[in-house]
């Protein structure tokens, strides 16, 4: 059974940081190109990054860059999110997203999302 499983939201103040971790089960993680997503109320859900299945280096979206790390442990089929600098406009629920495609079909999983509130 796939699964993907976000912890590490809350509430934090701004400037503040926080590290979000996927973890996954039910699929063969390192063979799978990893994303966090997130969506703000009322708003589209949007790309925060993106981690190669054998890549260390990150796609970063521009808003996020210099702020956001995303990093992935093949060995703990987990991915993680390091956000540092935390803005209130950042408040969103963030969710875990695994893709790939295999023999022209593709394979795509998404976890329930954690909550990530930034406020004095």
């Known amino acids: 059974q796939v699964r993907l499983v976000e912890s590490g939201g809350g509430l934090v103040q701004p400037g503040g940081s926080l590290r979000l971790s996927c973890a996954t089960t039910?699929?063969?993680?390192?063979?799978?190109?990893m994303s966090w997503y997130r969506q703000a109320p009322g708003k589209e859900r949007e790309l925060v990054a993106s981690?190669?299945?054998?890549?260390?280096?990150?796609n970063d979206t521009d808003s996020m860059k210099g702020r956001f790390t995303i990093s992935r442990d093949n060995a703990k089929n987990t991915v993680y999110l390091q956000m540092n600098s935390l803005k209130p406009e950042d408040t969103a629920v963030y969710y875990c997203n695994a893709r790939t495609t295999i023999v022209w079909t593709k394979y795509e999983y998404w976890g329930q999302g954690t909550q990530v509130t930034v406020s004095s």
């Open positions: 981690i190669g299945s054998i890549s260390t280096v990150p």
């Open positions: 039910g699929f063969t993680f390192s063979r799978y190109v």
